[in-house]
């Protein structure tokens, strides 16, 4: 086991595709980091498999949550420089690994040819039970396989091919929430983007009390720059960056 990495900057690519499984969920834990690309020009998609129908506290029929949810999204991502923003439709909390599901995220990934993949860990945090939803370990795990070899293999799902989808190799994928996280982002400056961008999943967080979401999302990214000994009072995101060529 090595210690912390030091927190070199990753290389500049020109696409990057994120797939999570809620709204929200790249807004937690990489909203930062997207917004550090989006600022240097690269261009960010996010694929959202779930419309996140099974989230929220309010008294909002469920059949109004899901398009209110992709609006949300649409909105936070707006926020950190984000336009392309493509659904699924996959139902919230029911998610599966199945072939299904790899071929709908090796068609993205064949569609947006990106140099660089953020997805979830599929492995368990077992120190923040939270950030291990089944439906995050399933996304991380389909989108791994999807990577490799799904979405680079003209013999995998034949019909991509039929849609004029040729081939595309991704040759690096960066795991959010991920137990062994050996790559940091300072992403202190751009903190206020990812804050807006936070408050954009109004059916999401507007019961916390005013502040209450920057200060506890705020001690996270203090905590996990410590850990990687940037220095004291910067905030940072971390991910395992896996390379996949
Ligand atoms: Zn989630």
């Not at 834990?29 to 690269?42: D, E, I, P």
């Not at 990934?109 to 120190?127: A, D, G, K, M």
Request: net charge negative.
């Amino acid at each position: 086991m090595t210690g912390p990495l030091p927190a070199a900057p990753a290389a500049h690519v020109e696409r990057v595709l994120c797939v999570l499984a809620h709204p929200d969920d790249v807004d937690f834990g990489s909203a930062g980091t997207v917004a550090t690309w989006t600022a240097a020009g690269t261009e960010v998609t996010y694929c959202i498999v779930t419309d996140g129908d099974a989230g929220g506290f309010d008294e909002t029929p469920r059949d109004r949550m899901g398009p209110l949810r992709q609006a949300e999204q649409r909105a936070a991502a707006k926020e950190v420089g984000v336009e392309d923003v493509r659904f699924l439709g996959y139902p919230d909390g029911r998610l599966e690994l199945t072939l299904d599901l790899r071929r709908d995220i090796s068609r993205v990934i064949r569609q947006v040819r990106p140099q660089r993949v953020l997805t979830s860990s599929p492995e368990r945090f077992w120190e923040r039970i939270g950030a291990s939803h089944p439906d995050h370990m399933t996304v991380g795990e389909s989108t791994l396989r999807a990577v490799y070899p799904d979405a680079r293999n003209p013999f995998a799902f034949p019909e991509l091919l039929a849609e004029g989808l040729e081939a595309w190799t991704v040759p690096e994928v960066w795991l959010g929430a991920s137990p062994r996280a050996d790559h940091v982002v300072d992403v202190t400056d751009v903190v206020d983007r990812k804050f807006a961008a936070l408050r954009s999943h109004v059916t999401q967080v507007s019961h916390q009390p005013e502040g209450q979401l920057e200060e506890f999302v705020g001690d996270w990214m203090r905590q996990t720059a410590q850990r990687f000994g940037l220095p004291e009072g910067r905030m940072a995101e971390a991910f395992h960056v896996v390379h996949t060529a």
